[in-house]
């Protein structure tokens, strides 16, 4: 039967078992605390440890959601919902300055970004918000041309396809999809024909290619979120065998605890890791 564990028994400073929402007791040498973080709530992940370990007297850092999407401003993400964009450059500002910068893979959705670099930066971007500071996304669609090739190459395609117009002409620089937006933020007609497009117009779509600038408006919540940021502070746990410093007999392992890494199975191996380390030590006399 399902009977989840509400509490740690405490006596004389040590974890001696631990209490049922039933009422029942189960009796034990050590304890080990691996009730994950509070991301994905509806695999299990509520809190719990948290709050029991608190009760036993650890600080907790605040948990916040980690790899996860992003929210943005405006309605330009929506237009491109479900569009995938590889080799593409993300970096994250905050108040004006650059913050970091990541290379690969991210999706457009229905509220924002997503994808693996998103997910890298999330961290960031939630830091970024949570100071106050204006948050804003740059996407550079042509990381592998500087601005001064780059504007040789729509120079090229302007001449040699001047007869054609703009809405035609992107499709070898653009996905289909990013075309109309591409025009619209940029105030280019679709229908201009290349061999009209101005000096400052062709300026503008080569500085837009390099930094495609969205504001962020927030995080998705901790149902969303692949991991939790925050959680029991690693200065009150032994790291050479993940016990409490302020509980004897009382162990922590993965996600519960205050770390958490890029994507890339970090985070799995780290789970793993403190839990081999808290079970061997947990179980010695």
């Known amino acids: 039967k399902k009977s989840p564990v509400k509490k740690l028994i405490l006596k004389d400073g040590a974890v001696s078992g631990v209490e049922t929402s039933q009422g029942e007791i189960y009796e034990a040498d050590s304890v080990i605390l691996a009730t994950g973080g509070a991301s994905y709530p509806s695999t299990g992940s509520t809190g719990d440890g948290y709050r029991m370990a608190e009760a036993a007297?650890?600080?907790?850092i605040q948990p916040r959601p980690a790899l996860v999407p992003i929210e943005t401003s405006g309605n330009t993400a929506k237009k491109l919902q479900g569009l995938s964009l590889k080799n593409?450059?993300?970096?994250?500002?905050?108040?004006?300055?650059?913050?970091?910068?990541?290379?690969?893979?991210?999706?457009?959705?229905?509220?924002?970004?997503?994808?693996?670099?998103?997910?890298?930066?999330?961290?960031?971007?939630?830091?970024?918000?949570?100071?106050?500071?204006?948050?804003?996304?740059?996407?550079?669609?042509?990381?592998?041309?500087?601005h001064k090739k780059l504007d040789d190459?729509?120079?090229?395609?302007?001449?040699?396809?001047?007869?054609q117009r703009m809405k035609t002409i992107l499709k070898n620089l653009l996905p289909k999809k990013m075309i109309p937006v591409c025009l619209s933020l940029n105030g280019i007609s679709p229908d201009?024909?290349?061999?009209?497009?101005?000096?400052?117009?062709?300026?503008?779509?080569?500085?837009w290619?390099?930094?495609?600038?969205?504001?962020?408006?927030?995080?998705?919540?901790?149902?969303?979120a692949i991991i939790t940021k925050g959680g029991i502070t690693v200065k009150e746990i032994d790291p050479q065998t993940m016990a409490s410093k302020l509980v004897k007999n009382l162990f922590f392992a993965g996600e519960i605890i205050d770390m958490d890494a890029e994507t890339g199975g970090y985070n799995l191996q780290a789970a793993f890791s403190t839990g081999f380390v808290a079970g061997h030590a947990a179980a010695l006399p």
């Open 192 to 207: 201009k024909e290349g061999n009209s497009v101005t000096a400052d117009e062709r300026k503008k779509l080569r500085v």
């Open 57 to 60: 007297g650890h600080s907790l």
């Open 88 to 146: 593409v450059s993300v970096s994250v500002f905050s108040g004006g300055r650059k913050k970091a910068e990541e290379f690969g893979e991210m999706l457009f959705t229905h509220f924002g970004l997503s994808g693996p670099v998103i997910l890298t930066l999330s961290r960031l971007f939630s830091e970024s918000l949570t100071s106050g500071a204006e948050t804003e996304v740059s996407i550079d669609l042509k990381p592998a041309l500087d």
């Open 209 to 224: 290619l390099k930094d495609f600038r969205l504001g962020v408006s927030g995080c998705r919540g901790l149902d969303e």
């Open 153 to 163: 190459r729509i120079l090229r395609d302007l001449k040699s396809f001047g007869k």
